[in-house]
């Protein structure tokens, strides 16, 4: 028996008339009184949702079926064996709590050694428990449910993506030497009269349509919306962008379609000629396909079609005819383009972009192939990305879409470890995402689903995978985002140890 004041293993009742059970109590951290109720484990980082991961499927070996090992009374695992696999036992649920302690040990080591071998212990003294039931079951079960929410629309702030591109656009257009700065010259902003040097004979007229309505003309500098289906925003930069957002709630639209018509100051002369391209950075994909007009004395005319996509993000895009152009030009003059996204479509950027060159010269296939590598990096907002801190720190404040309300957040104390212990695990472009100091539990990704703990850190994240553990089956969705540990976290959280949860009364 251990003599009374010493961290180790116990016998407790967890309610009057229960059986005993053995605990694992801490006695030292914050004048002790922690009882160990769980801990997460990953097994294998590849395997989502498979035999290993007990709190994101039904795996547990009692109780109901139905709901997550965070928010029903299933026990699992087995104190000795906390830092070797996945652990929850019957004080997780039964034991009334105040507050919460997490430890981060190295993966199977007997319980003797992960007082000493923790890298981080952190723990609450604010009592937050106690508004929402005294344990963490009640938490999750009855006040900040682990199921799938409201999705987050990212279409809301198109208008901020395209304003941080306007700002920075010069980045784009340095792919491209000797660009055509066309003149913006129409009264009703919504096309290129001439655009200087008879670029054009009233041109760059755009329109942007779902299955269900009918062609919109847009105007520049503006921001159209097609109700729950889309948002398109358009700049007068240099160069023209019309980005049109697919979020497309439901997947009731069957499909998404931009067109630019436009009349020429070529007037059928010079040559014209088109080409596709594919690109990739990061966990993003970009198609694109060009019409040029050239090789008469007025200025070179390049169109860009493009659609971006990530199903790592959640975007659905299917079918090897997902892209299609109904209407494409065979002429130097009174063009008509089109690109189509099918097969409803979900998450997915819609873009034309305007390039030019003075007298004629063509806009060069590497050069597009430069400026739109450029423009897919600036999309992505990570840290590999050729562009400098300041585009993604605006376009990181440009594109929040925090959802840190819908959560519960509290301050932690550090025993073992400090914030920046915490800041030097998390790489530098994203830093601006997190803040360490707290813990935050049943953070929510843009599409709704439930991380159930951030340990160590808040974030305002889209995509709280990176940081957060503990999320529910995605089956359908991003499967490397799912598990009790993700992909995403691996550079956050050190696979090869164990996060032990402890509450206290």
């Known amino acids: 028996m251990l003599e009374k004041n ?4 116990y016998e407790v009742q967890p309610r009057d008339g229960s059986s005993t059970l053995q605990v694992f109590c801490d006695m030292e951290v914050d004048g002790g009184g922690w009882t160990l109720v769980a801990s997460v484990h990953e097994n294998n980082i590849d395997g989502k949702c498979t035999i290993g991961d007990n709190w994101s499927t039904d795996q547990g070996t009692t109780g109901s079926t139905s709901s997550s090992s965070w928010s029903n009374t299933r026990i699992f695992g087995n104190v000795e064996g906390a830092t070797s696999d996945d652990y929850k036992n019957e004080a997780y649920f039964n034991i009334p709590a105040n507050d919460v302690m ?14 000493n071998l923790a890298s981080l212990k952190y723990f609450t003294n604010n009592s937050f428990l106690t508004q929402y039931g005294s344990n963490l079951r009640d938490l999750y079960k009855n006040h900040f449910p682990m199921e799938r929410q409201e999705e987050f629309s990212v279409a809301e702030n198109l208008d901020k993506y395209t304003a941080t591109f306007e700002e920075k656009s010069s980045y784009i257009r340095s792919a491209i030497p000797s660009f055509n700065s066309y003149t913006y010259d129409s009264n009703n902003n919504n096309q290129i009269s001439d655009g200087g040097a008879d670029m054009y004979d009233n041109g760059n007229k755009v329109f942007v349509r779902s299955a269900s309505s009918d062609w919109h003309r847009v105007v520049y500098d503006a921001t159209h919306h097609d109700t729950d289906w ?3 925003s ?11 957002y697919i979020e497309n709630l439901g997947g009731h639209q069957s499909y998404f379609e931009i067109k630019v018509e436009s009349g020429t100051g070529a007037d059928g002369s010079g040559s014209y000629s088109s080409y596709t391209g594919d690109l990739s950075y990061d966990d993003y994909n ?6 040029n007009v050239y090789g008469a004395s007025d200025p070179s005319i390049c169109e860009v079609y493009f659609v971006v996509y990530s199903r790592e993000k959640g975007s659905i895009v299917s079918g090897s005819n997902f892209l299609t152009s109904n209407e ?3 002429s130097s003059d009174n063009l008509v383009n089109s690109m189509r996204v099918n097969n409803n479509p979900r998450k997915v950027f819609l873009g034309y972009t305007l390039f030019s060159k003075s007298a004629g010269v063509i806009v060069s296939p590497t050069e597009v192939r430069n400026a739109m590598t450029s423009m897919l990096q600036f ?3 990570v840290s590999k990305a050729e562009v400098t801190s300041q585009i993604q720190s605006s376009f990181h404040q440009n594109s929040n879409c925090s959802r840190m309300e819908e959560s519960v957040v509290a301050p932690i104390i550090f025993h073992t470890g400090t914030k ?5 695990r998390i790489p530098s472009a994203q830093q601006s995402l997190t803040t360490a100091g707290f813990i935050q539990l049943r953070a929510l990704n843009s599409i709704g689903y439930p991380f159930a703990m951030c340990p160590g850190v808040k974030t305002d994240s889209c995509y709280p995978s990176a940081y957060c553990i503990g999320s529910i089956s995605m089956i359908g969705a991003n499967s490397r985002s799912y598990g009790d540990f993700t992909d995403g976290t691996s550079t956050f959280h050190n696979l090869n140890a164990s996060v032990l949860i402890f509450t206290r009364n």
């Open 6 to 9: 010493r961290s180790g293993i």
């Open 102 to 115: 997490i430890w981060h040990v190295p993966n199977n080591n007997p319980s003797s050694q992960w007082s």
């Open 230 to 232: 889309s948002v398109t």
């Open 234 to 244: 358009t700049t007068q930069t240099h160069p023209f962008l019309a980005l049109m």
């Open 286 to 291: 970009m198609k694109y396909k060009t019409y």
């Open 328 to 330: 494409w030009s065979s």
């Open 379 to 381: 999309m992505t907002r």
């Open 420 to 424: 920046q212990t915490v800041t030097n």
